[in-house]
């Protein structure tokens, strides 16, 4: 929108929040149009609906042409050439996520043919954005992005970055392994879920978390220094792995006291035995495998002490089946020796229409401590 002369109410700053309320509410604010500073007083925005200087309205306060601020754009849609953005026609994507300076979004067919123009859209809205990738959905066993470059900023293609989150810097690649910002609540839920558990032990606990991908969970676990001394973090897809060792080496030289890290590539149903010191070892046990996790269980729970312990996994699961899923979960628990003190089962977000990814949390302890 360009600058131009428009009416503004002359107000008090102090007054300022009252009058921008009281002008929307009546629809007399100029959407789009920012307040004015003017001296100890603010000049409000009015659109041509809004009464001429001198009515009651405005309780004797003063109407002044100014030149109104310009508004920047609100969404990408908006740097669309002429005529595009406008079309009702078109339905243009609503959802996209972006991993550090890498936009990934999903275009339907059907526009496709308007990708560039789309992706140039972006860029211009988002200036931190490097690369707009239309994202062709999961692929392979290791259920990998899969990746195709629109447009780029600087011409450069790798999608290797860095993302923030919460206070954390985490080297990612979506293109080659998986990582989901959208989950970053659910690693923080946990971390809340794991420092309470700590509080019934007199030491730091020992997190084994076999499907780590690059470790986003340990930016919250292993850099608390009183929670976590030793963590052992897996990941099946080799193209994990150098961005899992960065990662855990960044968080190591973020404790305060020492601690250990172990890092593997291996199906983590075989760690007990191709690794037998991980037997009976882990305090905490992390099961992010969401769609074979409850068939892998069986041969991870050997890795957990003997010890009062805790189990935390996500599932997909048919949203009329959440108490059998329990009832099987539990049944596994059973079968490996251990028995559940207490359970919760938490919805985080919708799959599919009639299936849910899951959250469950258990605290176990063994049969024969008991």
């Known amino acids: ?185 659910q690693r923080k839920m946990t971390h809340q879920s794991i420092l309470k558990f700590r509080e019934g032990f007199d030491r730091p606990l020992v997190v084994f978390d076999p499907y780590a991908g690059v470790g986003p969970s340990m930016a919250y676990l292993y850099t608390d220094s009183e929670l976590t001394e030793c963590v052992y973090v897996n990941d099946m897809n080799p193209e994990a792995r150098d961005l899992l060792e960065t990662n855990m080496n960044i968080f190591d030289n973020k404790r305060s006291k020492k601690g250990t890290f172990v890092v593997e590539t291996m199906d983590a149903r075989l760690m007990k035995s191709s690794r037998p010191e991980t037997r009976n070892m882990a305090d905490v046990l992390l099961v992010s495998l969401p769609h074979e996790g409850l068939n892998h269980l069986p041969e991870l729970l050997p890795l957990l002490s003997d010890e009062r312990v805790m189990l935390c996994g996500w599932s997909i699961i048919e949203n009329s089946q959440t108490e059998r899923f329990m009832n099987s979960l539990k049944a596994i628990i059973s079968k490996g020796g251990r028995e559940v003190e207490s359970e919760r089962l938490d919805i985080v977000k919708g799959f599919s229409a009639t299936k849910s990814m899951v959250r469950y949390e258990c605290i176990l302890f063994s049969k024969t401590n008991r």
């Open 1 to 185: 929108m360009l600058a131009k002369n428009m009416r503004h109410l002359r107000v008090p700053s102090a007054k300022t929040a009252f009058w921008v309320e009281r002008c929307k509410e009546n629809n007399w604010y100029e959407i789009g149009s920012g307040v004015l500073p003017l001296g100890d007083h603010r000049g409000i925005p009015l659109n041509d609906s809004a009464p001429l200087i001198g009515d009651a309205a405005w309780d004797g306060f003063e109407i002044t042409d100014e030149v109104g601020t310009l508004r920047k754009p609100q969404h990408w849609t908006e740097h669309l050439p002429s005529g595009l953005g406008e079309n009702k026609t078109i339905h243009f994507p609503q959802s996209y996520e972006i991993q550090g300076d890498v936009l990934l979004i999903k275009i339907p067919e059907e526009i496709e043919s308007i990708e560039h123009e789309i992706a140039q859209a972006m860029l211009k809205q988002y200036p931190n954005v490097r690369i707009i990738c239309h994202d062709e959905g999961v692929d392979g066993e290791f259920r990998i992005r899969n990746l195709r470059t629109i447009e780029s900023r600087d011409g450069s293609t790798t999608t290797q970055t860095r993302v923030k989150e919460h206070g954390h810097f985490i080297h990612v690649n979506p293109a080659k392994t998986y990582f989901s910002g959208r989950l970053s609540e």
